[in-house]
C-alpha cells in the first residue's frame, strides 16, 4: 500500500492554547487511516502542548522547526535537538527556506545539524529547493543537488534511510504558485536517484512536495507516485480544512 505523509509547518503560528484547542478539533475531524501519516511541525512554545495531544495516536507525530546543532550550552535563544526530544518532538524541519534566506542559514548549517538530530534521535526534515532566478537560469537541479550534498552527504544508507526530504522551490511558498505536478515529479526522481545511489534501502527514500499546496491542488500533486506526501504551510494552520486536506486521495 501507498503510504503517504502530509506534514503541517505551522511557522509562527499558534501559540500553546491554541495548539492544544487546534488538535481537538483536528482529532474530532481525521481518524486515523493506514495509508498516512500526518506530522506537525508548530512553533517551539508549542511543541510539548501538541505532542502530548498526540501521544496516543502512533499516526500522528510531532516535530520542531529548526534546531541548533549543540546539544547544550550557553546559546541563547536557540532549541537543540535532546530539549526538542524531551518536550516530544519525534522529528525536525532542517534547512527551509525561511531559515537559509531570512536568517542567513548556510548549506553547512544544515550539515551539522541533520547530524544533530540524527545523534539524538530526531527524523531530520531536510528542505530543498531552488529560488526563482535559479529556476530561470535552468539551475534548478544544480542548487537541489549542491543542497543535499551538503546536508547529507556523509551519512551512509542506514542513516539516509531515517532522513526524509521535501522538495520546496522558494519561488511557491506562500506565493499561490505551486510547481506542476510533472515538474515536482522530474525533481523527486533526481532526488531519489540521488539518496538511492548513496545507499537509501529502496522504498525508504521518502520525498514530500512544498510549496501553496492546498485542498485544491493536492489530488493533482498526489497522483505523481514520485510524491511521498506534501509539506503545508499556510493551508495547515486552520485545523477543519487541514482535517480535509490529509484526507486527500490522489485523483
Ligand atoms: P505554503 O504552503 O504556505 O506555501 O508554505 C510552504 C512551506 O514553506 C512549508 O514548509
Known sequence: MRQLLFAANWKMHIGPDEARAYMKAFRARYHRREDREVWFFPPAVSVEATAQATRDRG???????????????AFTGAVSAPLALQAGARASLIGHSERRHVFGETDDDTRRKVGAALAAGLLPVVCVGETLVERDAGHTLAVVVRQLAAALGGLDGAALARVVVAYEPVWAIGTGRNATPQ??????REIRGWLERRGTPPHAARVLYGGSVSAKNAAALLTEQE?????????????????????????
Open 59 to 73: 499516526d500522528l507525530l510531532v516535530g520542531t522547526q529548526d534546531i541548533y546543532w549543540e546539544p547544550k550550552g
Open 183 to 188: 515538474d515536482a515529479a522530474a525533481v523527486h
Open 227 to 251: 510524491l511521498d506526501g506534501v509539506l503545508v504551510g499556510g493551508a495547515s494552520l486552520d485545523p477543519e480544512g487541514w482535517a480535509q486536506l490529509v484526507q486527500t486521495d490522489a485523483a
